[in-house]
């Protein structure tokens, strides 16, 4: 007996457990190739950056950011430098912002796979359901007597849906709960690489 016959056997809830799965999957996968192009910039870079804002040339340092432009810090970077030609108050005001929408759009899709942990083991829960109807809906057709071959279809139901849906759920709690953790270290280094840039601008400005 394959798996496919066997996850047949749990009726069209599985099928369902089974889209999302897919779903999940996939938001997965996607989530994961885009943290880790969101990954900081070497330090040779933020050293060029850094080099090039000293000595004022804020328009290299911009072009310099725009050479990775899916990266969260290298955003940031931009707009934070590109307001420096207002005010070191503003450009940290641009950097903020930017940051929290870089980090927004990292986040994008997690809601779902959340909604997917929350809602497959309930779709398995009521896989269970169904399947114990079925079991009572055969005994009361055999008039009370119990037949095994009569009652396996609502039990493989009730089991395999509920095994379904919980695997489901537990994997999907459990990546979205990585993935958030991961954005969430990734939002306080970049976060801490901002305002130590700033700093550094801001003594810079200062002495000068």
């Known amino acids: 007996m394959t798996l496919i016959s066997i996850a047949a056997k749990g009726g069209?809830?599985?099928?369902?457990?089974?889209?999302?799965?897919?779903?999940?999957?996939?938001i997965i996968i996607e989530r994961l190739i885009k943290i880790k192009k969101a990954a900081l910039p070497n330090d040779r870079f933020l050293a060029d950056i850094k080099e090039s804002v000293d000595n004022n040339q804020m328009e290299k340092a911009i072009r310099l950011c725009?050479?990775?432009?899916?990266?969260?810090?290298?955003?940031?970077?931009?707009?934070?430098?590109?307001?420096?030609?207002?005010?070191?108050?503003?450009?940290?005001?641009?950097?903020?912002?930017?940051?929290?929408?870089?980090?927004?759009?990292?986040e994008k899709n997690l809601g779902g796979l959340a909604t997917f942990a929350a809602i497959a083991p309930l779709i398995g829960f009521l896989g269970t359901v169904t399947?114990?109807?079925?079991?009572?809906?055969?005994?009361?057709?055999?008039?009370?007597?119990?037949?095994?071959?009569?009652?396996?279809?609502g039990i493989w139901e009730a089991l395999l849906t509920t095994v379904g849906g919980l695997t489901?759920?537990?994997?999907?709690?459990?990546?979205?709960?990585?993935?958030?953790?991961?954005?969430?270290?990734?939002?306080?280094?970049?976060?801490?690489?901002?305002?130590?840039?700033?700093?550094?601008?801001?003594?810079?400005?200062?002495?000068?």
């Open 12 to 26: 069209w809830l599985m099928l369902v457990l089974l889209v999302i799965s897919i779903i999940a999957i996939a």
């Open 131 to 153: 399947g114990m109807v079925k079991v009572f809906m055969n005994i009361e057709a055999t008039g009370g007597g119990v037949d095994i071959s009569l009652l396996a279809q």
């Open 66 to 106: 725009s050479n990775i432009p899916e990266n969260p810090m290298a955003n940031v970077l931009a707009k934070g430098i590109d307001a420096m030609s207002i005010s070191i108050d503003e450009a940290e005001k641009v950097a903020a912002t930017t940051a929290k929408s870089e980090m927004h759009k990292l």
């Open 168 to 208: 489901v759920g537990i994997i999907a709690l459990l990546f979205y709960n990585y993935l958030v953790g991961k954005i969430e270290s990734l939002a306080n280094s970049i976060e801490d690489h901002i305002n130590q840039f700033l700093l550094d601008f801001r003594r810079n400005q200062d002495a000068n």
